[in-house]
């Protein structure tokens, strides 16, 4: 089995920052695509930033070029970092991926817990 751990929301002022991080471990043989989705209260899940095993990034159109993805592949870790927030980025925020279990040798996507990010003065 694959776990996702994904820690760093919390509450920060408009204009502020905050770096999310996503850890994966478990019987993880290779990783191909990771991904932050976030859902705020009433409306649908959507993308918020995507990259692949060899870098290609992907984001949003609200981001804007506020937000990085970046990725650890050493670590299984992905990250988030998030300039310039916005009351409306208030959400949960999702990290997911695209594993080989090597358990089963099956492609499988994971999600995390989610962690909650809150823009409020």
């Known amino acids: 089995q694959v776990q996702l751990v994904g820690s760093g929301g919390g509450l920060v002022q408009p204009g502020g920052s905050l770096r999310l991080s996503c850890a994966a471990s478990?019987?993880?043989?290779?990783?191909?695509?990771m991904a932050w989705y976030r859902q705020a209260p009433g409306k649908e899940r959507e993308l918020v930033a995507s990259i692949t095993g060899v870098g290609k990034t992907n984001y949003g159109d609200f981001v804007k070029g506020r937000f990085t993805i970046s990725s650890d592949n050493a670590k299984n870790t992905m990250y988030l970092q998030m300039t310039s927030l916005k009351p409306e980025d208030t959400a949960v925020y999702y990290c997911?991926?695209?594993?080989?279990?090597?358990?089963?040798?099956?492609?499988?996507?994971?999600w995390g817990q989610g962690t909650q990010v809150t823009v409020s003065s």
């Open positions: 478990g019987s993880i043989f290779s990783i191909t695509f």
């Open positions: 997911t991926v695209r594993a080989l279990d090597r358990s089963n040798f099956r492609w499988n996507d994971y």
